[in-house]
């Protein structure tokens, strides 16, 4: 696991590790909150964004435009997956890459993996062939 903590001996994560940013919300205009990010890889500069959401289906107006904007920098790509997160078994993926949706389709977590696997390929500079 990712996340090296430990309900059971810590108590829940969300609760102990997890700042309430609704402290801020006041600082920005409109609808503008504080988000959180999943899971971040970086490899020779690129960045992977990992969102994980239980359904599948249109995510957050703001989120969706924050995805599209940053993906329209070269180096960034985000993967939202959707499925079960106390079981982590993914069932679709949308991937956003150079400010647009490239990918919406089901996804299992081998074919989750192929993705990171040529993403990390990628980002290196490997010849996939």
Request: include cysteine; charged fraction near 25%; hydrophobic fraction near 35%.
């Amino acid at each position: 696991m990712s996340i090296r903590h430990v309900c059971e001996t810590h108590g829940c994560y969300i609760k102990t590790q997890t700042p309430d940013w609704g402290f801020l919300d006041s600082s920005f205009t409109n609808k503008i909150r504080v988000g959180d990010i999943d899971g971040i890889v970086e490899a020779n500069g690129h960045l992977l964004i990992l969102e994980w959401k239980s359904f599948i289906g249109d995510i957050p107006t703001g989120q969706r435009i924050m995805f599209e904007k940053i993906t329209k920098i070269n180096k960034i790509i985000v993967f939202v997956v959707s499925g079960d997160p106390i079981e982590t078994v993914p069932v679709h993926i949308k991937i956003y890459s150079s400010g647009r949706l490239v990918a919406n389709e089901s996804c299992d977590s081998d074919k989750l993996k192929r993705y990171c696997s040529a993403w990390e390929r990628k980002a290196r500079g490997v010849n996939n062939e």
